[in-house]
C-alpha cells in the first residue's frame, strides 16, 4: 500500500509563477518529512525538510507547509525558474532507527522560459 | 562531500542471468539502502543494513538478495534476473542518530533484462 500519496504526477509552470506538490500521508508514527530533489541522470538529493513541530519552513525561495491533523503536507517553489524543472519526491520517515524513508510517487516539474 | 558511488551505471543482462549491483559510501555510514525507482510508482524500499552483515526486507524484496561484507559496501543480487526487474536502482546510505535523517543516494544503476 502507498503510505505516501503525492499531486500532480506531472506540473507545468510558466517562469516567475507558483509551483504547488502536494503529499498525503497516512502513518502517524512518521515525524520527519523530507522534499527530495532529482535531475536526469542523478540520484535524488535532499531539498528541504521539515518535523512536525512547526508549520512551515522555508529556504529560500523552497516553503514546506505542513498540516498535522490533515496528515498533508506540500512544497511550494517561488518564483519558479527553469533551473527548477526536476522531479520532486515528498517523503516521510520515522527519526529513530535507521530513518527508512517512503515516498511518494513523484511529481515530474517543468518551468516554461 | 558525501559520496554513494554505484559502479555500474548501465546494464543489460539476460533472463535467468545472476546480477550483481555494487554501491560504496565513502563516510563511515552505518545504515545502506538499495531502493528501486520506477515512473509512477516513486522510490520502493528493496532491502536495508543498519551494519555489517546485518540486513533487513523492504518492501519489496521477492527476487532480491544483498550482501554487506564491509560497512562501506552495499551489494544487491538479482539470484535470475526477470524483464520485471527492468528498473532503475538507487543505492543510499546515511548515519544512524537524531542528526542522520538525511539520505545520499548514488546516481543510479539502470538496469534492461532482455
Known amino acids: 500500500q502507498q503510505q505516501v500519496k503525492q499531486s500532480p504526477q506531472s506540473l507545468i509552470v510558466q517562469k516567475g509563477g507558483i509551483s504547488i506538490i502536494n503529499c498525503a500521508y497516512e502513518n502517524t508514527a512518521f515525524d520527519y518529512f523530507p522534499w527530495y530533489q532529482q535531475f536526469p541522470g542523478k540520484g535524488p538529493a535532499l531539498l528541504i525538510a521539515i518535523r512536525p513541530d512547526v508549520s512551515e519552513k522555508k529556504e529560500g525561495r523552497f516553503t514546506i507547509s505542513f498540516n498535522k491533523s490533515a496528515k498533508q503536507f506540500s512544497l511550494h517553489i517561488m518564483d519558479s525558474q527553469p533551473g527548477d524543472s526536476a522531479t520532486y519526491f515528498c517523503?516521510?520517515?520515522?527519526?529513530?532507527?535507521?530513518?527508512?524513508?517512503?515516498f511518494g510517487q513523484g511529481t515530474r516539474l517543468t518551468i516554461n522560459p | 562531500d558525501v559520496k554513494v558511488t554505484q559502479s555500474s551505471r548501465y546494464l543489460v543482462k539476460r533472463t535467468g542471468e545472476k546480477v550483481f549491483l555494487e554501491c560504496v559510501q565513502d563516510?563511515?555510514?552505518?545504515?545502506m539502502f538499495w531502493y528501486r525507482q520506477d515512473p509512477g510508482l516513486g522510490l520502493r524500499l528493496i532491502y536495508f543494513?543498519?551494519?555489517?552483515?546485518?540486513?533487513e526486507k523492504g518492501d519489496i524484496p521477492e527476487g532480491y538478495s544483498v550482501s554487506r561484507e564491509k560497512k562501506e559496501r552495499f551489494s544487491l543480487i538479482l539470484e535470475s534476473a526477470s524483464t520485471n526487474q527492468t528498473s532503475m536502482y538507487l543505492c543510499a546510505s546515511n548515519p544512524t542518530g537524531a542528526s542522520g535523517n538525511t539520505i545520499y543516494f548514488g546516481e543510479g544503476s539502470w538496469l534492461t533484462v532482455v
Open positions: 543494513s543498519y551494519d555489517v552483515k546485518m540486513k
Open positions: 517523503a516521510a520517515s520515522m527519526v529513530s532507527g535507521a530513518q527508512k524513508l517512503v
Open positions: 563516510m563511515d555510514h552505518e545504515n
